[in-house]
């Protein structure tokens, strides 16, 4: 790996993150049960989850964020009286070929990191199978922007760019169509734009899926 990839992009991952904690506070407060985060990066949701969660299974494929999660989480059982209230464990993993077994989670959570998976359809179709039936999948994610409007051909333009230096992310990805081709109902996502925030990734979709019982 680079110097760009193991040391830079890391902090650079840590420092935008900041800019999501009120979208995570939402959020991360449907999570119950059994947890898997499909990319744990630096950590950085770990703080968010409600009591309602028993464990927390971060997972990425990248070896050079994997020590700030767990710095994330040590940090987070020093500080907090009595340390967490959950079990949390950090892995290598890749979410197109997970080492889980069918119905072992109770919520998947998809925040920011389909639009980094190679192949986003291999990922939604493991986190239908791996989620219990009624099982949640909490997304939050950016996403192409309208046909014909001057910002989706700037994510065209930039596209190749962004991808290289954003860790493999895409800008122009469809994920609702995505998650429903998995077998989700996509229905509930909402479909939003955040004015507040880096324009090429301000179109996003976030929600509550469940995976039919």
């Given at each position: ?14 420092w ?139 994510q ?40 507040l ?17």
């Amino acid at each position: 790996m680079s110097l760009y990839q193991d040391r830079i992009f890391p902090r650079l991952l840590a420092w935008t993150s900041a800019a999501f904690d009120e979208d995570r506070t939402a959020l991360m407060a449907e999570a119950v049960g059994r947890v898997l985060e499909l990319g744990v990066g630096t950590g950085a949701n770990l703080g968010f989850y409600p009591p309602e969660v028993t464990d927390v299974v971060g997972m990425d494929p990248h070896e050079a964020v994997l020590d700030h999660a767990l710095e994330a989480a040590r940090r987070l059982e020093r500080e907090r009286p009595g340390g967490l209230p959950y079990r949390v464990r950090i892995q290598r993993g890749d979410a197109q070929q997970m080492p889980y077994d069918d119905a072992s989670f109770d919520t998947v959570v998809a925040f920011l990191t389909l639009c980094s998976v190679p192949d986003p359809l291999a990922a939604a179709r493991e986190s239908h199978r791996v989620l219990r039936p009624g099982g949640r999948l909490l997304v939050l994610e950016h996403v192409h922007a309208p046909p014909g409007s001057w910002l989706r051909g700037l994510q065209h333009v930039a596209g190749p760019v962004w991808t290289r230096l954003a860790g493999g992310c895409h800008l122009d990805r469809d994920t609702a169509s995505v998650l429903s081709a998995a077998g989700f109902d996509a229905r509930p996502l909402e479909r939003y734009r955040d004015q507040l925030y880096f324009p090429l990734t301000a179109e996003r979709i976030r929600g509550v899926l469940h995976k039919p019982v």
